[in-house]
């Protein structure tokens, strides 16, 4: 199994790590301008074009930089209960269970078993 997060649209909700019962993913800071991937934000097997580079889609922002449901959003580190940004850094442990897939507010996470099967979360 591999997962991954497209980062750019992380809201750093954290609902991913904590559903998930086999702890697939760890939150992580977003890093400096200058060096987004300082605190390990890349530290999964996203593809080039979903690497974090520092900058989240202007329209994840637009919609959810204003929710308050008691997580923070873009924040740049973790406090522990949301903030950073999410990294699948134990993809390989992923048992299918697809609770992270209906939880992932910025619909970003990518799942492919070893069939080659993709499966993309959809927030419901
Ligand atoms: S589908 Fe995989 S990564 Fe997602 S919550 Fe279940 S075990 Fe964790
Ligand atoms: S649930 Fe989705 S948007 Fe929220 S921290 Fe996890 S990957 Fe990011």
Redesign the pocket.
Known sequence: ?D?FVEKEKCTGCQH?KD???????EMKGRGTPDNPDSEGANGDTAPADHKWTGKTLPDIVAKWQSVQDGHKHFAKDNDGTSGGLSV?TQ?S?????????I?CEGEC?V?TDDSSNT?KSIYK
């Open positions: 199994m997962v991913c559903v998930c019962p086999v702890a697939v993913f699948a993809g442990a992923c048992i299918l269970c697809q609770a992270c897939l939880e996470i799942i499966y």
